[in-house]
């Protein structure tokens, strides 16, 4: 299995608040997990990556993998405008190949 | 400057029309791959390939092709293509070992009439 579930909602937050994301996963011999920022008509870029459980954080931005429940957060502190994008979810299985989430849609209002 | 380049950037075509979308990549990684990404389906992998002459299908291969004759390049042929091959196509490559870390271009809009 393969799987990587996103709620694909949109969030709309305003300028300053903490933005949560949240994925699952179905296998557990997954091992790498990322987070991809994808803005409008544009290529995903790869914000962050963990390998196996625990947290990672890189400025604004915390990755989190509890691989007890098979759960993926990404948390960004003091959200800006500029941070309003798309964000994915995605892991690493097989033979070197990438399963992405659905993607969250995420507003920072100014 | 390091890049994944893709062209043409928006194509309209009409069913059963052959072409090719091209990608190419200047950061010598030995892995690439395209997806297409759909909305309410997400980024689907269609084929990849870890090094030259070495391709593996991905999750939605069927009425695509691909070859691998250099490291840089990575094509993308539409033999016959057809409306529902109407998407957003990306084109991605990593370093061989990190896959995980995949640079994407900026990506080839394609409508099937």
């Known amino acids: 299995q393969k799987e990587v579930e996103q709620d694909p909602g949109p969030l709309s937050v305003p300028e300053g608040a903490i933005v949560s994301l949240n994925c699952t996963y179905s296998?557990?011999?997954?091992?790498?997990f990322m987070w991809y920022r994808q803005y409008s008509r544009k290529g995903p870029e790869l914000l962050m990556y963990?390998?196996?459980?625990g947290n990672k954080e890189d400025g604004r931005f915390t990755a989190q993998v509890d691989k007890s429940s098979k759960y993926i957060s990404l948390f960004i502190r003091d959200s800006q405008p500029s941070d309003s994008a798309t964000y994915l979810c995605a892991s690493l299985y097989g033979n070197n190949r990438l399963a992405f989430g659905k993607g969250n849609q995420v507003v920072v209002i100014p | 400057e390091a890049q994944v380049t893709q062209n043409p950037r928006y194509l309209i075509t009409v069913t059963g029309k052959k072409l090719t979308v091209t990608c190419s990549q200047n950061?010598?990684?030995?892995?690439m791959s395209w997806y297409r990404q759909d909305p309410g389906l997400g980024l689907r992998q269609i084929y990849y390939s870890m090094n030259v002459e070495v391709t593996d299908k991905g999750d939605v291969p069927e009425g695509y092709k691909v070859s691998r004759k250099e490291k840089r390049n990575f094509p993308l042929i539409l033999e016959s293509p057809s409306p529902n091959q109407t998407s957003l196509y990306f084109c991605a490559s990593s370093p061989s070992g990190q896959a995980y870390e995949q640079y994407f271009g900026p990506g080839t809009r394609l409508t099937v009439t």
């Open positions: 963990t390998y196996s459980s």
């Open positions: 950061m010598n990684h030995e892995y």
């Open positions: 296998n557990s011999a997954f091992q790498y």
